[in-house]
């Protein structure tokens, strides 16, 4: 039998669904799961792109651009700038979501061998697309302790060597939650600066901030500006996961004229998802005001209810839909297939995502998971709960 690539080999699995069969026996066996390991919400996607769906009034779903529809980019570009930065139309190029725009970008700015600095933990995919573009992710710990701030700058210059080439943020953050000060990214574009690194900004949350923060993004930051991209999705924004529509954003020009190359050879982002997204623009504020509140209650109610478990240390997250703890137990690994094989608590069971597989140190994130509050109150309420009794009685508890 013919012998599967290198690269597929040492293709990362996904740390969010790599339990998914264990959930789908606990379902059959009749036990309730809820849903805390993937950041798919429960919230509506806005009735505009709905009914631009529905109102199609298309006889052909024809290529678009393969930069992406015109009208699209131009209304991404007055979206930008009623978020106070200055983008172009041309400056875009709308994706098959964040991902593919990660990919594209990584493809386009490093070389196979080179490196790239992330703190740790980070979006846990950002290893597959290293290794699709056959790059090394470095990674700067950040600490649970001080809730996941931006490690010390002296921590990035350590790890800096002549194959670096670029350092990846996500603010504010998946899986932490955390986001980064305005301070804080200033110190980042000094050392972007210093090194001539790009800069890659993950900024998918943006709407998503909590407890009167308000983001700051890096297409904002002087001096850096043919350094940075952007990049941007529809999914969490919108809750329109499913739309697998993205965006790179640079004032880079050869960065822009190379990713479009990649783009031409995938021929065009999805034509139905960008109708849907172009239409997702015309969101109300008050849908966002709505959205924003419903998260702070889910977060208040999963964070605090956590905290109040002996021996769980959670963050209270600043923005995004994310926590990290850190729990009382062997390995979170062995734990999360447990609570899905052998624990129940009044029918119903968790499901998380253990958070090693979101560090690039092996050995880190051994006693922790990433939650998601993306489910409504009640089922939050029962989670937590659920959680609190399975430490009671789980063998491996410390």
């Known amino acids: 039998m013919p012998i599967i690539s290198i690269k597929g080999i040492n293709m990362p699995e996904s740390p969010i669904r790599k339990l998914v069969p264990f959930a789908e026996t606990a379902k059959k066996a009749g036990k309730h799961v809820f849903h805390l390991n993937i950041g798919q919400p429960d919230i509506d996607s806005p009735k505009v792109a709905i009914d631009a769906l529905k109102d199609i009034g298309r006889t052909v779903i024809e290529y678009s651009h393969s930069a992406g529809f015109e009208s699209y980019r131009e209304g991404l570009s007055k979206y930008y700038k009623k978020n106070g930065m200055d983008v172009n139309a041309e400056e875009i190029i709308i994706t098959t979501g964040g991902s593919e725009a990660l990919v594209f970008g990584f493809m386009t700015c490093f070389n196979p061998g080179d490196e790239v600095i992330i703190p740790e933990p980070f979006y846990a995919n950002y290893n597959g697309f290293a290794q699709m573009a056959g790059i090394n992710i470095v990674p700067v710990t950040a600490s649970i302790e001080d809730g996941f701030a931006l490690p010390p700058i002296e921590e990035f210059e350590k790890k800096i060597t002549p194959k670096t080439k670029g350092i990846v943020i996500c603010n504010p953050g998946n899986p932490t939650g955390y986001l980064y000060a305005q301070d804080e990214l200033k110190k980042l574009a000094e050392i972007v600066k210093k090194k001539d690194l790009f800069l890659f900004a993950d900024e998918v949350y943006r709407e998503f901030c909590y407890d009167n923060n308000s983001p700051f993004s890096v297409l904002n930051l002087e001096g850096i500006e043919e350094n940075v991209i952007l990049i941007d999705s529809v999914s969490k924004r919108y809750s329109m996961c499913g739309a697998r529509i993205g965006a790179l954003i640079t004032r880079n020009k050869e960065v822009l ?110 006693t922790q998971v990433r939650l998601a509050y993306v489910l409504e109150k009640d089922a939050l309420k029962k989670s937590v709960k659920c959680l609190e009794e399975a430490l009671k009685i789980y063998p491996g508890r410390k």
Not at 301 to 306: F, K, M, Q, R
């Open 257 to 366: 004229k190379t990713v479009l190359k990649f783009a031409q050879a995938r021929l065009s982002p999805p034509t139905l998802a960008q109708i849907a997204s172009e239409a997702a623009l015309n969101t109300p504020d008050s849908y966002f005001t709505d959205v924003v509140n419903e998260y702070v209650e889910r977060r208040n109610i999963l964070v605090d209810g956590l905290n109040k478990i002996p021996g769980v240390i959670c963050p209270k997250p600043k923005g995004a839909f994310y926590c990290i703890a850190q729990l009382p137990i062997d390995d979170a690994d062995l734990f999360c297939k447990w609570l899905l094989e052998d624990f129940e608590y009044n029918g119903d069971t968790i499901m998380m995502a253990p958070a090693s597989g979101f560090y690039a140190t092996k050995g880190l994130g051994k």
